[in-house]
């Protein structure tokens, strides 16, 4: 009963790996391998402004950069030094996600989402990376593909994308807060927009 009582109180019973973004000001950028970027244009930008609001939503007293401040500094700048990124985002941490492979298709006709990333955490001030997460391994549904309308297979492909992005930033922004582990659960059962 006491479990129960404390479950109900506080639900996530997993850790944040690392706590060091709160009270700092944050900007997250995603590099996608380079056959990537050309092939899914705009995931990189779409996972980070993803990251990006489950940071704000979850970590206490973090101050995010706006995802339109870091598109517009990137149309503008190469993103050779995080450094240099980071001071010019007047940011004291950046969260950076190398997305090592974003595909959305398993075979022709089942859309399947899987994807690979590594996550590290820059000190801009320290000019070093202060967190290196596992290597993330993310397919979903995880069972099997979903089966999309050959009539409206752009409409379902976008819609499919933006759900698979949000899952993506999901486990991602998880290394950062503590969360129920229950919730992985939910999105393994059941395919749903």
């Known amino acids: 009963m006491l479990a129960t009582g404390l479950w109900i109180i506080d639900p996530n019973d997993r850790a944040a790996l690392y706590g060091g973004l709160k009270k700092n000001r944050v900007a997250v950028v995603c590099r996608p391998h380079s056959a ?4 899914h244009f705009g995931a990189d930008r779409d996972l980070a402004a993803a990251v990006t609001r489950k940071l704000s939503a979850n970590v206490r007293d973090i101050d995010c950069v706006g995802a339109d401040e870091i598109l517009d500094w990137r149309d503008a700048n190469q993103l050779n030094s995080l450094a240099e990124f980071g ?3 007047q940011a004291d941490t950046v969260v950076v996600i190398d997305l090592d ?4 298709y398993q075979g022709k006709s089942m859309l399947q989402g899987t994807a690979s990333a590594d996550v590290t955490v820059f000190n801009v001030a ?10 993330l391994e993310v397919v979903y549904p995880p069972e099997n593909g979903v089966p999309f309308d050959l009539a409206n297979q752009k409409s379902s492909e976008n819609r499919f994308r933006k759900k698979f992005i949000n899952v993506l930033a999901d486990q991602i922004s998880r290394n ?12 393994d059962r059941f395919y749903t927009e």
């Open 101 to 104: 492979d974003f595909k959305l």
């Open 176 to 187: 950062f807060y503590a969360y129920d582990s229950r919730e992985a659960v939910k999105i």
């Open 126 to 135: 320290k000019d070093q990376e202060v967190f290196v997460a596992e290597p």
């Open 87 to 89: 001071k010019a985002m």
């Open 36 to 39: 990537l970027a050309l092939q």
